[in-house]
């Protein structure tokens, strides 16, 4: 091989190095758009998720599902309550005492 086929050869690799470097730049630049629009696009979907208005509450004397567990101070029996006419009903009474509310358990 002449020195002029040889440098012909060389320039060939680093023209075809180039292309290579160059394809795989703009790959990257189009991944990474691609990318940055599917993060934006959830994004929105999750804050149009959010500013949805909260459904109107049941008309009144309609039960509501509740999730309350009372105690009573004197004999220690509990009671849970699951539905209820209002979201904040007034604690049963037993052996003559208001029950207390107790802090609710995670199942």
Known sequence: ???AGMAAAVDVMAADVVLAS???TAFKALAAALGGLAILWLGI???RLLA???PEPPPPGE???VRLTYRCSLCGTEV???IAPMEDPEP???????MS??????D
């Open 45 to 47: 979907m999750i804050l």
């Open 63 to 65: 039960l509501r599902k």
């Open 22 to 24: 160059a394809l795989g």
């Open 80 to 82: 849970r309550m699951t």
């Open 92 to 98: 049963p009474r037993h052996c003559g005492e208001e």
């Open 101 to 106: 509310v107790m802090a609710p358990i995670e």
């Open 1 to 3: 091989m002449t020195a």
């Open 52 to 54: 949805q208005p909260q």
